[in-house]
Every structure is written in C-alpha cells, then in structure tokens.
C-alpha cells in the first residue's frame, strides 16, 4: 500500500517542469536554494511558481529515483506541493491529499489535509462525503480565515443535504465571528426561515441584504413571495416591478411576473394580472407553469370577458380534487355559458359538482349542471332525471331548491330518459297530478320504445300501466290503446287487438291524424284473416277516406284487400275496379294488382283477356313473386279455350323455369291430364309417371296414378302397372289397403281432438304396421308437429329429414321450416342455411318465401358470408310488404358486410337508413357506425356533428352511446381539441355505470391526454 502511495506522490511531484537541471551563473542551484525559494513562493500564494523549485528539490534529494531519506523539509515540500495541487484546483487533488496522508498518518499537518479533503468534495456537490470529513476534523485548529471558510462550507452542505437545522446553527455561529461571510449567513439563514415558514424573520433578513452587491438581485424574489404570502399585495407588486426594472433577463424574471400577476390579481387589476401571466408564461420558456398562476391567469381572463381562452387555462388547473380544481371547473363552466355552449358548460360543472372540496362552490356547480341539461334536453344516460333528483337530495335547504323542484317536474313530462324518470317518480311517497300525468306518458313512451325494440310482451306490460292510470292525458291513454292493439297484432292475438283499436277509435279526440286512420286499417286486416270481408271491406273504405294520401304503398294495399273482399264474394266488377286503382297507383305490390286482375278475367269466362294480362305482367315486373302462378293461369286459360297444345307448352315452360315450385306440381299433372284427354297414352304415361316420382304423397299423384291405371288397363299393360308402381320412391301404394285406410284415419282423429300423447302413439303405431303405407308422409308430417309441440328436437329432426327424403311432398315446406329452425338453434349454420335455400326455391306463398330468405341472411350473417349476406339482404329489402323489424335487420346486416368489402359508400346509405332511429339497436350500433366511417376518413367536422346528433337524441342503447363518446373524444384530439377531449371522457366515466370494455377505453385515452 505504500509503495502504490509513493508511486501516486511521485507522479504527481513530477508532473510540472524540473529545475533540477537548472543553473546560475553556470552552476547548479543547490537543494536549501530550491526548497527555500519554494517556500517563499508558496507562502506567498504563488502555488504555480512554487510547484517547480518544490519539485526540483525534491528530485535533487533522491538518487536513482529513490529518496534518500524523509528529512522534515522534503516532507514539508510534498505537503506544499500537494496543497499547491488544491489551491489549483487539480482534478486529482482529493486523490492526492489523501495519498499524502495515508503516506504520513502522523504529519502535524493532518486536521488541515483532512478539512482540504472536505473542501474538495464540497466543489465537486458531494455533501454528503464533505460532511463526513469535515465532522472528523478540528475546525477551530485552524487559522482564523481558514476555519471560517470551512464552517461556511460545512454549513452549506448540511443545507444542501436538508439538514437545515444544523445549517442554521453553524450559519449563525459563522454570522458573529466572521464578517467576510455575515452576508453569506444572513442570506441562508433568511433562506431557512423562509422555507420554515418564519416569514417575519425572514423577510427581516432578506431587507437587510436589499444594497448588498452580491445578493440585492436575489432577495427581492424572496421578498416580494414573503409580502404575497402575508397578503400585502401593494408591496409585492412594487418589489416586483422594481425587480422587472432593474434586473431584465436575471434567471428570477419569470417568477417575479408569476409574483407580480398575482398581487395584481388579488387587488383586482385582472387586465394587468392577465398580461403579467402572459409574461410569465412566455418567460418561464420549457419549465412548467405554477399550477396557481395558471388558475389565476385562467380567472383574470374571465373577469375581463376574454372567455375563449378559459377553458384552456383552467384545463391545466382541473386535474386534481381540491378546491383549486372545483373552481376551475366552476368557472370554466360559467365561460362556456358566456360563449352559448352549453354541453361544454354541462360538463364543467359535472365536474366541479363531484368534489367535495368546497360545497358552496359544489351547491352552485351542481344546480347549474341540473339547468344545463335541463336546457339543453341533455339525458344521454339519464341525467335529466337524476340530476335534479341529487341536487334536492344534496341540498335540500338549498336557495335553489324550489326552481330544482319546479324544474323536475317539467323534466318528467319532456324527458327521453323513461326508466330513470319512472325510479324517479316510484320514489315519490305521495306524487301530485302532474306527475302523475308525467308517470303516464312515460310508460306509454316505455311501451312504444319496447315496440321498437319488437319486446311485444313487455310493451303491453307498459301500455297496460299508462291505461290504468285513468284520466290525466286522455290522447296519451287514447295511443296507449292503440300501440297496445299493434303489439297484441303483432303476437298474433287479433281478437285482442281488435278490441284494443276500437277502444282508441272510440277514446282518441285527434280524429284528423293518421294514426286514425290506420286503426281502420289495422281493424279491416283483422277482419280479414277471420273471412268476415264485409267488415274488413268496410275497414279499409274508411282508412282510404280518412288516410291523407302520405303513404302510397298502404294505400294500394287496401285497394287489394278491398279488391280481394269483393272478388270473394264474387262482385267481379268491382274487384277489378279496386284492382285497376291499386294498380294504377305503381307501387311494388302493383304485380299482385296485375294478377288478381288476371284472375277477376278468367272468373268471368274472358281468357283472352285473362292471358293478355297475364302476358302484361310478365313484362312489367319479370321478378315478380306471382310470375309462377302466372305461368300456371295462363296454362289453365289455354285449357279453358281448348288449346290443348298452346296449354302443355305454357305447363312445360312453367316445369323448365320453375321445377323446385310447387306450382309445378300442377302444372306435371295438367300435362298428364291433357295427353290423357288427347287419347295421345304413351304421352300421359310420361307425364304422369313424372308425377308419381316427382311428388309422392301429393294429391296429384294419387290422381295422377289412377290415370295410369286407367290407361294400363285399357291397354292390357297390367303387368307394367305393377311393374312401375313397384318401382315408386318407397314403394308407397297409391291404392290404400282398408286396413291402411282405417288405422291412418282413427290416428288422425285421435290428433284432431288434441290428445296429443295418444296421438303419437298411433301414428307411431301405423308407421310400424304399414311402412310402406299409403299415409305414411301424413303419419310422418304429425309426428313432426307433436315432436315440435312437445320440444323434442331429435324427433322433429327425425321424422323431418324422413319426411325430406321426397324433396317435393306436400309437407316439404314444413318439414324445412321445423328442420332449419332447430338446426339454427344448434348452430349449424352452413346445414341450415341449405334448408332455407331450399325453402325459399320451393315456397308456395311470398310469407314462406320470406322466412326462407331471412334464415339465410341470418345464417350467411354468422358464418361471415358477406356475398351470401348482401344477396339475400337486397332480396329481403325488394319486397313490397315487409315489417320495419325485419327490414331493419336486412339493412344492418348488409351495411356490415359492405363494411367487410371496403364498400363504404353502400355501407354509409343502409346506415343513414337505420341511423334515423336510435330507439333500435341496429339504429344505436348504424348511427356509431357512420361517425366511425366518418372519422376513419378523416371527416372529423361531420363525425362530431353525427356524434353531437346522436347524443341529441339518446338512445336506450347506451353501450354504443359510450361509444360515441369514446370516438368524440379521438375526434377531438384529432383536432387539437384536446381539453374537450378530456371534458366529454371525464363526463361519460361520471355517468356511464356498466361493468364492460367502456371504463378500459376511457382510461387509455386520460392518460395519453395527461
């Protein structure tokens, strides 16, 4: 160790020019000379001359490289040169003191190097290893100058390390025994009291130093915050504008703008304060602001009416739950109400009314948040009930509670927000007669809004209530009436439904509205369906003289169901007069017009009329649904005129065209019957052995197989009989055995008396008995329905797929309907789908054709086959008559798929379709859609105006109402708008209560806006 101490020393002594080669007068200067004018030079402060003769001396002493002996004055030499190295500053001087004395433990010089070593970490900032060897040596062994610049250093370490208490104890001691540092002293301890918060001594000593050179720049800061702390205001601001005077760009000018803004501020002077902050700002450059100081700045600017630039300031202020912050929000609420925005202004004052910081300020936030909604028809999760609600309940001797009062009972009547304002009034122990009016009309708009959402059910529930209620509105329980009659229509219940409509003809007092008109119309449709077509004729007189001529479609319709009551009671010309109105009127339920008018011909023996119009309709609506039966009457009209030749050729284009139609089946045995009645055999023969395999089971068949019969035998061709119906599908016998007959027969009459259990068993029983029955797709087709009633799947899926085995039976469109269905329930998709093509091709009816193509838009939908989907969706939204419900799926599930296709454009016209009513599901999710679609193209001024919409006029979907907000937000910061940003996220997390990815998103973007 001492030998790398004396390697260290020696390389050190060495490091500067040698004079040991140097002479006078042509001799060398001897070692006492060296060491002496060494001395001399040292004592002298000269360190740098000194450092040489020092060095050469000690180089003269030794002998190769080796010192000869440690004499006193060679050991005196090193330690000059070593502290020489100090007094430089060296880079390595606490490196070399330290080897010096390590090498010399005992040196006399020991306490002084030990203080030295202090000093050095002292200039190098580190105080902690300064205090350690400044606290193990003897300060006051020292020289008097020398021990009080070690003091001073010890006592700026114990500051700098926090330790302000011993700091202030040796700056004290220092202070009246050391008049080099009393000013030093005076300031630190001033400095201490001032952060101890003894101000008065503080601001004593700070005075004191106010002509002093070296701090009169600096106390005047310490000054001025002392005189703002103790609310001296005119005094600061003088301190402060004289600083801003005297010392322009001194490193305290910003802070001397934020000290003087303030005490301009505090004595009213807000147009000054605002410029001082503004200076302040500008000044302070990349250092961040005093939250005070933006708060202030924010509060100056709106006392002087420069309310745009509030909500900006205030922002920076309103991240926090004191009271600073509630003030923030207060106030930035009150500038948006200046500047005539008042969502903004809601959301303000959201804010300031959730902290507890200062509860006036949370009274005043909290019923000026109730007012903005109020105002603003604002209840996008509810608030315009709740909120003056909580207002009365925080503050019930509140000055504001009887407007609050006043104001919630006007919110019930207006309010969009049903099922909160119902908790509301359920609340209420004794409600009054306006809220009890408010209570009817929200369960009537409780019901309409379950109607919309097609929960039938439930909205009878609603109407039922707002029935019950009496009185209060009569035109509210006049529509609960009949929206209650629509619901129990749409179930199915038309007894019901009736009722309900006539309750409403007879209550409601707007007899010019359309709504009463369709009453009638609804009222002739039920009608109708039970063949009562003189009631139903009446019905439909009545909605078209009352109707206003708004909606053509329904217009024609009961045209047609007027044309459809005269024609069933044979009044055929003026079933062709309603035919030839609804017709005229060229809406997509004009092709039925064409074919009932087609009929109405035949019916009075005119086929060549009869043929003309169906030619007609032909080519005016080539898609039309009726275009097979067209096909089929044509035949029949040919048949009718003895064009026997004219009449096959239209039967057979009917077969080409349309083989999966049921129509066609017909149409096969019209040929047969044809060629049969030609005596033209082996023809019929043909024709009609296509029937018996086509379509086993039908009606036509059991004739079409007599017929063969007939002609076999008038042949002699028995044998081939036999022959070719022991080749039929399942060999089903088409000439019933008694004993066939019977058991089928007393099986079906056991099901016609609704003994269902022992209804199964014989038919069970027959399918035992006579497999290859005459019946045995009849057997089959009730044990399906039992099955279905009795909810065992595997049954119906049994007896459906045996009953599809003969693909064009009478049964096939059941059997599909019950197959698909419970394959669709077991989610498979892709078989299902295959029943609904299947229906949709072979469907006798457009209702059966309907069902077929919306199992497959559902199926297509959740197999994500967006072709499969689109096609079926615009084949669904061709149809002339088609509920708003399934109309609104069609549209929802092509406006996804075109989005899955990039096909935007098509995608954003379906979604403004559905968008126009945001009480549906699809009308929440298409409205969120199309601001999306909007923002991902860069939009941003159309998405906010569509998402401001759709919070405008709520929604009872409130996920995709969050949502919305949720995009507002990145709309905003795609604008830069980034403090509305924050705003609309505060408020939806203050709002939105359920448990789903909402919260997650909200907190992701608070802290990219942080």
């Not at 209570?439 to 707002?466: D, P, R, V």
Request: proline share 3%; charged share 20%.
């Amino acid at each position: 160790m001492k030998n790398k101490i004396s390697r260290i020393l020696c390389t050190a002594l060495c490091c500067a020019p040698l004079l040991a080669t140097a002479q006078t007068n042509g001799q060398s200067t001897s070692p006492q000379r060296l060491y002496q004018e060494g001395v001399n030079l040292f004592q002298q402060k000269a360190y740098s001359a000194a450092i040489p003769p020092l060095q050469a001396f000690i180089q003269q002493t030794d002998r190769d490289g080796q010192p000869l002996s440690e004499t006193a004055e060679r050991l005196e030499a090193e330690y000059m040169l070593v502290c020489a190295e100090y007094e430089l500053r060296n880079p390595r001087s606490t490196e070399l003191l330290q080897a010096f004395l390590e090498k010399h433990p005992d040196t006399p010089h020991a306490n002084r190097l030990q203080a030295l070593i202090a000093s050095t970490y002292f200039f190098k900032g580190d105080y902690d290893a300064a205090l350690a060897m400044f606290n193990g040596s003897q300060l006051d062994l020292l020289s008097n100058a020398e021990r009080d610049d070690m003091t001073y250093r010890l006592a700026v370490s114990y500051l700098k390390t926090g330790n302000t208490r011993e700091a202030a104890t040796w700056f004290e001691t220092l202070r009246i025994v050391s008049e080099k540092y009393a000013a030093d002293c005076t300031y630190y301890l001033s400095y201490i009291r001032y952060t101890q918060q003894q101000y008065d001594d503080a601001l004593k000593g700070f005075l004191s130093l106010q002509d002093d050179k070296k701090y009169q720049s600096l106390v005047p800061y310490y000054i001025a915050e002392i005189y703002l702390i103790k609310k001296n205001f005119d005094k600061a601001e003088i301190v402060a504008q004289n600083y801003l005077s005297a010392y322009s760009g001194q490193p305290d000018e910003a802070e001397m703008y934020h000290v003087l803004g303030t005490a301009e501020y505090h004595t009213g002077k807000y147009l000054e304060a605002m410029k001082s902050f503004d200076q302040y700002a500008s000044e302070s450059n990349s250092h961040p602001l005093r939250r005070d100081a933006r708060y202030m700045q924010g509060l100056a600017c709106y006392h002087c009416k420069v309310y745009t630039r509030v909500p900006e300031l205030l922002n920076e202020v309103a991240d926090g739950q004191d009271a600073l912050a509630q003030n923030a929000w207060l106030h930035m609420g009150l500038a948006y109400l200046q500047l005539d925005d008042k969502n903004k202004a809601r959301m303000a004052f959201e804010q300031a009314a959730t902290s507890n910081a200062d509860l006036s300020v949370k009274e005043q936030a909290a019923y000026n948040h109730a007012l903005c909604i109020h105002e603003t028809s604002y209840s996008a999760f509810g608030e315009s009930v709740t909120v003056f609600e909580k207002f009365l309940n925080d503050f019930p001797n509140s000055v504001y509670a009887d407007k609050a009062s006043n104001y919630l009972v006007e919110v019930y009547m207006n309010t969009r927000s049903y099922d909160a304002a119902l908790q509301s009034i359920e609340r209420i122990a004794h409600p009054g007669t306006a809220i009890l009016e408010a209570k009817q009309k929200i369960l009537f708009q409780l019901g309409t809004q379950a109607f919309t959402n097609t929960q039938f059910e439930q909205a009878i529930g609603y109407f039922s209530q707002s029935i019950s209620l009496g009185q209060y509105n009569l035109q509210t329980k006049a529509e609960s009436y009949y929206w209650r009659g629509e619901s129990y229509y749409r179930l199915n219940r038309m007894q019901e439904a009736a009722r309900n409509f006539n309750d409403y003809l007879a209550l409601t007092p707007q007899r010019n509205s359309d709504m009463f008109a369709l009453a009638y119309y609804n009222l002739g449709y039920i009608a109708f369906h039970r063949k009562d077509y003189g009631t139903a004729q009446n019905n439909f007189q009545k909605f078209i003289q009352l109707q206003k001529g708004n909606n053509p479609a329904l217009l024609a319709d009961a045209y047609n169901r007027i044309g459809d009551s005269y024609l069933h009671n044979r009044y055929f010309d003026e079933a062709r007069q309603y035919y030839t109105r609804a017709e005229n009127l060229n809406t997509p339920s004009g092709d039925y017009s064409y074919y009932q008018l087609a009929l109405v011909a035949g019916l009075q023996k005119d086929y060549s009329g009869k043929v003309q119009l169906l030619n007609q309709l032909a080519a005016k609506y080539p898609s039309s649904p009726y275009a097979v039966n067209a096909l089929y009457e044509k035949g029949r009209s040919y048949v009718q005129t003895g064009n026997s030749s004219q009449a096959i050729a239209t039967f057979g284009e009917l077969l080409k065209k349309y083989p999966e139609s049921p129509v066609s089946r017909k149409a096969a045995a019209e040929i047969g019957l044809l060629y049969y009645q030609n005596n033209d055999y082996n023809r019929a023969i043909e024709a009609y052995k296509h029937v018996v395999t086509q379509y086993p089971g039908s009606e036509e068949a059991r004739l079409a197989m007599r017929d063969l019969k007939s002609i076999y035998v008038d042949a002699n061709r028995v044998d081939e009989f036999a022959a070719l119906a022991a080749q039929l599908p399942g060999n089903i016998s088409f000439e019933p055995s008694e004993q066939d007959s019977l058991t089928y027969i007393a099986a079906e009459k056991v099901y016609m008396k609704g003994e269902i259990a022992p209804a199964k068993e014989s038919f069970s029983r027959y399918l035992q008995s006579f497999p290859n029955g005459a019946f045995i797709l009849n057997a089959r087709y009730y044990l399906c329905v039992i099955a279905k009633k009795q909810q065992d799947d595997n049954a119906v899926l049994e007896h459906a797929e045996k009953l599809l085995e003969y693909p064009d039976n009478p049964y096939s469109e059941e059997a599909l309907l019950m197959h698909s269905e419970i394959l669709f329930n077991r989610q498979q998709y892709d078989q299902a789908m295959a029943d609904y093509k299947q229906l949709q091709a072979k469907a006798s009816t457009a209702e059966r054709r309907q069902l077929g193509t919306t199992g497959i838009l559902r199926c297509a939908a959740l197999l994500k086959d967006d072709t499969e989907v689109i096609h079926a969706a615009t084949s669904l939204l061709s149809e002339a008559k088609l509920s708003p419900e399934l109309h609104n799926e069609a549209l929802y599930f092509r406006a996804k798929a075109y989005l899955n296709q990039k096909a935007t454009q098509k995608a954003m016209a379906d979604l403004e379709v559905l968008a126009k009513d945001t009480r549906t599901l699809y009308g929440a999710e298409a409205k969120y859609l199309l601001a999306q679609q909007l923002y991902n193209q860069g939009e941003y001024a159309k998405a906010e105006k569509e998402i401001l919409n759709f919070i405008d006029q709520s929604t009872p979907h409130a996920y995709w109402l969050a949502r919305s907000f949720i995009l507002l937000s990145d709309v905003y910061v795609a604008l830069d708008k980034k403090v509305d940003a924050r705003q609309y996220l505060l408020s939806l997390q203050q709002n939105y209560q359920a448990d789903d990815d909402i919260e997650t998103m909200i907190e992701e973007r608070l802290e990219k806006l942080k």
